[in-house]
């Protein structure tokens, strides 16, 4: 059976990457997992916290609740992150997140040469995002992302569902938002 996570990283009420990524979900299926970013408060990645989680990796003691998220994250079979671009990028809570799931002997682990090999299950991984302007580098945020699910993860699927222009003035966001649905119809 297919196992879903959500990986939400939207804040405002009417969040159009949410409805975009809502709009995915549902083509997906009935049923999902859902981490709303915005309400978890991370640990600071300082020092303390590196040596505490480095002392659980090496006694193998993975059920510890440090690697709640690094443990859904692995168990998932497809996975949809709704960020919207901010400033370049995604918000800070999603990166905040990526260091809180990327934990060796949890979701990847190193061959003996020292190549990530991965120890997730999914095998793919949808980034929905919005923008209101037109300027996106995929090098940014979806590329980062890309990056780390298939050199880490080993999620051999990451696909792009993108909404932008969405603020420029004289915009038909309508049109655009509709276009981004009908790439979903069509998956």
């Known amino acids: 059976m297919e196992s879903v996570l959500f990986v939400n990283a939207c804040v405002r009420k009417e969040s159009r990457t949410k409805a975009l990524a809502e709009k995915l979900l549902n083509k997906l299926g009935d049923s999902y997992q859902e981490v709303v970013l915005k309400d978890i408060n991370?640990?600071?990645v300082n020092e303390e916290f590196l040596?505490?989680?480095e002392r659980l990796v090496s006694?193998?003691?993975?059920d510890n609740p440090i690697f709640v998220y690094a443990r859904q994250f692995a168990a998932a079979s497809t996975i949809v992150i709704a960020a919207p671009y901010w400033d370049l990028?995604?918000?800070a809570m999603l990166k905040q997140y990526l260091e809180q799931v990327s934990v060796v002997g949890v979701t990847f682990k190193y061959s003996e040469e020292g190549a990530p090999v991965s120890l997730c299950n999914a095998k793919r991984l949808f980034y929905v995002t919005t923008a209101g302007g037109d300027f996106t580098p995929e090098d940014y945020g979806f590329g980062y992302v890309k990056a780390l699910a298939n050199g880490y993860f080993g999620i051999p699927e990451v696909i792009q569902i993108k909404a932008d222009g969405l603020d420029i003035y004289g915009?038909?966001?309508?049109?655009?938002?509709n276009e981004a649905y009908n790439k979903i119809d069509l998956m």
């Open 89 to 91: 990028s995604f918000p």
């Open 51 to 53: 040596n505490q989680r």
């Open 59 to 62: 006694e193998g003691d993975f």
């Open 171 to 177: 915009a038909d966001v309508y049109s655009i938002i």
């Open 42 to 44: 991370f640990p600071v």
